[in-house]
């Protein structure tokens, strides 16, 4: 911070104090381990888990105060959620497209971050595929919008004094809310769409996960400051 105050000192010469609240934005991608947890799919005798994958890209916002602040995440996010039937090993995919919006707090210091908060997705499209009959199906009603919590921690690779930066680091998230509708996905045996009952002994509801690896490249965008004689603010772009 004191590298952003002394440059925007020099470079503008208005005598003006800094009040420590600056603005980035960035360039983001993340990939990694993905899959969607249901109980009833794991307590099935025909069903077993495969690890899938998800990978998302879109950019953020930031609004910091020294070394806090708070980031906003716009990505866009394909997810597969595999399953393997027991005693043929043949696999079935459900892939999930959505719109993930993040609200993160994050605190950087000594070239390192933590980052947590909530994200909100958006279903998109949905599709399922039985690579045994080569059947694709349309299972966007059997999913619907949900939130997750997010925990992310990392280092800067690149800089990280404001103006420019890039930082490298692991994000795990774990869904609260059921990214399932439940009366499309009970009729359909969503999420994995099988001929047998998976929800005999009653619904349970499907919670996304992800573990992965997220890079990020932040330009600084400008710097709120207030002059010490008592004039009003002025936002000065970097």
């Known amino acids: 911070m004191k590298i952003i105050q002394l440059l925007l000192l020099s470079l503008f010469s208005l005598g003006m104090t800094a009040q420590g609240v600056w603005f980035d934005t960035g360039l983001k991608v993340q990939y990694g381990a993905a899959g969607l947890i249901n109980s009833a799919v794991s307590d099935s005798p025909d069903w077993n888990y495969d690890v899938g994958s998800a990978l998302s890209f879109g950019g953020k916002l930031g609004i910091n105060i020294e070394s806090n602040g708070f980031t906003i995440d716009v990505m866009r996010m394909s997810t597969t959620s595999k399953f393997e039937r027991s005693g043929d090993a043949s696999n079935v995919e459900t892939t999930i497209s959505a719109l993930d919006l993040y609200l993160l707090y994050r605190s950087s210091r000594y070239r390192g971050y933590i980052e947590i908060g909530p994200k909100l997705s958006f279903v998109n499209s949905a599709t399922n595929n039985d690579f045994t009959t ?12 949900g939130y997750s919590a997010v925990l992310g921690f990392g280092t800067y690779v690149i800089g990280n004094d ?4 890039g930082i490298f680091g ?7 809310s059921d990214f ?17 009952n ?28 207030k002059a010490s004689c008592g004039q009003r603010g002025k936002f000065i772009f970097l």
């Open 162 to 165: 404001g103006r420019f930066s």
């Open 134 to 145: 080569g059947a694709e199906i349309d299972a966007t009603e059997s999913f619907q919008n």
């Open 170 to 176: 692991l994000r795990i998230e774990y869904g609260f």
């Open 198 to 225: 998976v929800y005999g002994d009653g619904y349970q509801k499907g919670a996304p996960v992800f573990a992965g690896l997220v890079f990020e490249l932040n330009w600084g965008i400008g710097y709120y400051g």
């Open 180 to 196: 399932q509708n439940e009366t499309n996905a009970t009729a359909s045996n969503a999420p994995v769409f099988s001929g047998s």
